[in-house]
Nanobody
């Protein structure tokens, strides 16, 4: 059974930075397209970034501010978030793309002054 554990969230002021991590177990991590998703209160979960074989894609709202990366040896996915805005406030999750595994608990990111 695949397990996903997200961490690294927190409360940060606008313009601040955070680095999220997602550790995985129970799967051959390296063969999957992996992504970061987020769900803000009252909104649907959305895919904000994905990565496979060094190729990355971002939703327009985070482009040039977020950077997704992965360490296949550690089976870990990362999301470097810079220049954070209040609209980035959400619960952040990782999963494959498309999402086929059970969701982890997520990590809360709150951007507020």
């Amino acid at each position: 059974q695949v397990q996903l554990v997200e961490s690294g969230g927190g409360l940060v002021q606008p313009g601040g930075t955070l680095r999220l991590s997602c550790t995985t177990s129970g799967t051959i991590f390296s063969i999957h397209v992996m992504g970061w998703y987020r769900q803000a209160p009252g909104k649907q979960r959305e895919l904000v970034a994905n990565i496979m074989s060094g190729v990355t894609n971002y939703v327009d709202s985070v482009k040039d501010r977020f950077t997704i990366s992965r360490d296949n040896a550690k089976r870990t996915l990362y999301l470097q978030m810079n220049s954070l805005k209040s609209e980035d406030t959400a619960l952040y999750y990782c999963n494959s793309v498309p999402a086929v595994w059970s969701w982890g608990q997520g990590t809360q990111v709150t951007v507020s002054s």
